[in-house]
């Protein structure tokens, strides 16, 4: 079964702190994806990672970086948490071409205040 | 711009029902079409669609896609109270970009 792991199922962080979400995934896969999940707004792209130390920003980067410096692992970094980063986060991966199924993360639902 | 709109937005039927789900799209470079099921934790996959008029089936649930008229269904029978969930679809266009609807919500009733 491939398995997509998030670090943190909960997290509680105060505005302005630097806050690091995690993915590990352990099926060999070349694309993994990060994602915020937002009622009445559906799934959106933060960043897209093709390769070990590749990226590309998705529809919402602002406020975001990452971190792929091994292959199974995509790091999501909030530079300086905001109220409105407040959301659900999704961690996937997938073989290339995309195209194929995404396998998800069981998301970080992350609460700044 | 891409997007994929999903109907309705939310529904409830008694168990036993039969319900279908709309997905339509307009997107560049269309790659695929793909549903998910997602309850209280991550999406789960149920279908691939890459080609119009082959249905795909698992079980009580099916899906096929038209890509001259841009939409695909997803149908669910005999409905269980374990189908409950938000159900999703995505659209992959070009090199990455999985293009996901705002999802619906589906509540059956025992």
């Known amino acids: 079964d491939v398995k997509v792991t998030q670090s943190s199922r909960y997290l509680v962080k105060r505005t302005g702190e630097k806050v690091f979400l995690e993915c590990v995934q352990d099926m060999d896969h070349e694309n993994m994806f990060w994602y915020r999940q937002d009622p009445g707004l559906g799934l959106r792209l933060i960043y897209f990672?093709?390769?070990?130390?590749?990226?590309e920003k998705g529809d919402i980067p602002e406020g975001y970086s990452v971190s792929r410096e091994k292959k199974e692992r995509f790091s999501l970094i909030l530079e300086s948490a905001s109220t409105n980063q407040t959301s659900m986060y999704l961690c996937?991966?997938?073989?290339?071409?995309?195209?194929?199924?995404?396998?998800f993360g069981q998301g970080t639902r992350l609460t700044v205040v | 711009e891409d997007k994929v709109v999903q109907s309705p937005l939310s529904l409830v039927v008694h168990e036993g029902d039969t319900v279908t789900l709309n997905c339509s799209y307009e997107?560049?470079?269309?790659?695929?079409l793909l549903w998910y099921k997602q309850e209280k934790k991550a999406p789960t996959f149920l279908f691939m669609l890459t080609s119009s008029g082959i249905e795909k089936k698992s079980g009580r649930l099916s899906s096929i896609l038209d890509k001259k008229e841009l939409f695909s269904i997803l149908n669910i029978t005999a409905t269980q109270t374990g189908d409950s969930a938000v159900y999703l679809c995505?659209?992959?266009?070009?090199?990455?970009?999985?293009?996901f609807g705002t999802g619906t919500r589906l509540k059956v009733l025992a």
């Open positions: 995505a659209v992959v266009s070009g090199t990455y970009k999985y293009i």
């Open positions: 996937a991966s997938s073989f290339p071409p995309v195209g194929t199924e995404a396998f």
């Open positions: 997107v560049t470079n269309f790659r695929s």
């Open positions: 990672s093709y390769d070990v130390k590749m990226k």
